[in-house]
C-alpha cells in the first residue's frame, strides 16, 4: 500500500531543490545591492531571521520581490513559524554546489562597503 504525500499548505513556499540550483540564478540574485545586503546579514547572524528583522530602503512590495528572488534562485530557504516568514541562508547547498562561491562574495561585498564608507 502506498501513501499519498500530505497536500501542500497554501503557506508552503517553493524551493529549488538543491541540484536545481543554477550558478547564473545565484549570480543574478547576488547582483543587486538590497539582495546581497540579506545574504550578507543572513551569513553574519548565522540563523534564521524574520522578514522583519531587515530595515531594508524599499518598499514592502519591493522586499517582498527580493525575499522571492532569493528563493527562487535557492540562496535562501523561507519557512514560516507562525506567523513570521522565516528566512534562512541556504550555506551548505552553496557551499557544496560551487565552492568557495559564497564566502568569495561575501568577503568582496565587505570590501566594497568599506571602500564606499571610507571613500
Known amino acids: 500500500m502506498t501513501t499519498a504525500a500530505p497536500a501542500p499548505s497554501s503557506r508552503d513556499l517553493p524551493h529549488p531543490a538543491r541540484e536545481e540550483i543554477r550558478l547564473?540564478?545565484?549570480l543574478h540574485a547576488l547582483s543587486d545591492p538590497v539582495r546581497l545586503r540579506i545574504v550578507r546579514e543572513l551569513a553574519a547572524e548565522g540563523v534564521e531571521l524574520s522578514c522583519s528583522y531587515f530595515d531594508l530602503p524599499v518598499t514592502k512590495s519591493t522586499t517582498t520581490h527580493h525575499f522571492r528572488v532569493l528563493r527562487e534562485s535557492g540562496v535562501i530557504?523561507?519557512?514560516?513559524e507562525g506567523t513570521a516568514k522565516m528566512n534562512g541562508l541556504r550555506r551548505s547547498d552553496l557551499d557544496d554546489l560551487f565552492p568557495g562561491l559564497l564566502?568569495?562574495?561575501l568577503t568582496a561585498a565587505a570590501h566594497?562597503?568599506?571602500r564606499q564608507n571610507t571613500g
Open 112 to 114: 566594497q562597503s568599506l
Open 77 to 80: 530557504r523561507q519557512i514560516y
Open 24 to 26: 547564473e540564478g545565484v
Open 103 to 105: 564566502d568569495c562574495l
